[in-house]
């Protein structure tokens, strides 16, 4: 349950604690669920919160996408699920795409950790 690192990209500036949110292992414990954002076929978007961080993100807010792994692969949809992390990760910090801070996974789900804009809360 190691979380992949997503290199920093040059417009990540002001947000020093992605990275180290990026280079830890997380876990779905170490966040509190506050809503549902969204829902699709096989995953849910939560707004959550991290817990009890000593990295500087503590009550920091993030959107969560989960993912069932289940689901993605009866719906034969791994490979679009590895293109929407590859496509995230490659325009982190563009001004007006949310920024994919880091994905990690347990035995049951994919999850893709992401930034809130502001101007959306």
Request: aromatic share 8%; proline share 2%; with cysteine.
């Amino acid at each position: 349950m190691t979380a992949e690192i997503v290199q920093p990209s040059t417009g990540n500036e002001g947000y020093a604690y992605d990275e180290r949110i990026s280079a830890r292992s997380l876990r779905i414990e170490d966040f509190d669920l506050i809503k549902t954002l969204g829902t699709g076929t096989f995953a849910r978007v939560w707004l959550t919160r991290l817990k009890d961080s000593k990295d500087g993100a503590h009550g920091k807010v993030f959107a969560l996408k989960v993912l069932r792994k289940a689901d993605v692969i009866k719906l034969k949809q791994v490979e679009h699920v590895r293109n929407e992390r590859r496509a995230l990760a490659a325009v982190a910090g563009h001004p007006f795409i949310t920024s994919l801070i880091t994905s990690f996974s347990d035995d049951q789900c994919l999850y893709m950790l992401v930034r809130v804009p502001s101007h959306s809360m």
